[in-house]
């Protein structure tokens, strides 16, 4: 089993629907990161959350510590949004705690 | 500041031959990593150094796989003896000091081809 498990591996969405993308994960954390990446590879930075809820215009990303549980929700989607989202965490397990471990992503597809 | 560059974007190659990409990261920031990306996979960890010392390899980074950062700016990932399961996205990611190195920045990657 991954230590980092997304759902839905693929998620296609009608424009202006209301999104989720879920993470699970197994191993203690000190940080998990939502990242998106493009076609041609590049990757950013959406979220870095260690508990509770952040919220940056149309995304919002929320953490459950005791459920080992993340989710990204993406409101009023649009196509501009269609990419590969991956959840990544940082491991409080020794010998692991300075690199990140990714989940496989979720592409979404937002149709206009 | 521009960001985390790498080059080259794109790499082909024949099986058997070396290659060396490079990964300039931002300017002050201490750590850097490697990942590499299969298609339709999420990034593995592949080695990481603060500045010029490389502190951790995962067991990935076999024999042919050499890393380095000698002044503890830019780095460069050689794969010697490709083989056409070395094909994947090569990604670079710096991390500066403050708020633990919790935050890692990301390059544009090199997509590397082995025929």
């Known amino acids: 089993k991954n230590e980092v498990e997304q759902s839905p591996q693929n998620l296609t969405a009608q424009e202006g629907e209301f999104i989720t993308i879920n993470c699970s994960y197994s191993v203690g954390i000190s940080a998990l990161h939502w990242l998106q990446q493009h076609p041609g590879g590049g990757i950013v930075s959406l979220f870095m959350?260690?508990?509770g809820k952040k919220k940056h215009g149309r995304l919002i990303a929320t953490i459950n510590i005791q459920e080992k549980h993340s989710s990204l929700h993406i409101t009023a989607s649009h196509p501009r949004d269609s990419a590969v989202y991956i959840c990544?965490?940082?491991?409080?397990?020794?010998?692991?705690?300075?690199?990140?471990?990714f989940g496989s992503g979720t592409q979404l597809t937002v149709l206009p | 500041d521009t960001g985390v560059s790498q080059n080259p974007r794109h790499k082909i190659t024949k099986r058997g031959q070396n290659v060396t990409f490079r990964c300039d990261p931002i300017?002050?920031?201490?750590?850097l990593y490697w990942y590499r990306q299969t298609l339709g996979q999420g990034p593995e960890f592949l080695t990481y150094f603060q500045n010029e010392a490389q502190l951790e390899k995962s067991r990935l980074l076999s024999d042919r796989f050499s890393a380095e950062r000698p002044k503890g700016s830019f780095s460069t990932l050689e794969i010697q003896r490709t083989e056409q399961g070395d094909s994947a996205m090569y990604l670079c990611?710096?991390?500066?000091?403050?708020?633990?190195?919790?935050?890692?920045?990301f390059g544009p990657g090199t997509r590397l081809t082995v025929l």
């Open positions: 300017s002050e920031h201490n750590r």
């Open positions: 959350l260690s508990s």
């Open positions: 990611a710096s991390s500066p000091r403050d708020r633990g190195y919790n935050e890692q920045f």
């Open positions: 990544a965490v940082r491991s409080t397990f020794s010998g692991s705690a300075r690199q990140l471990t």
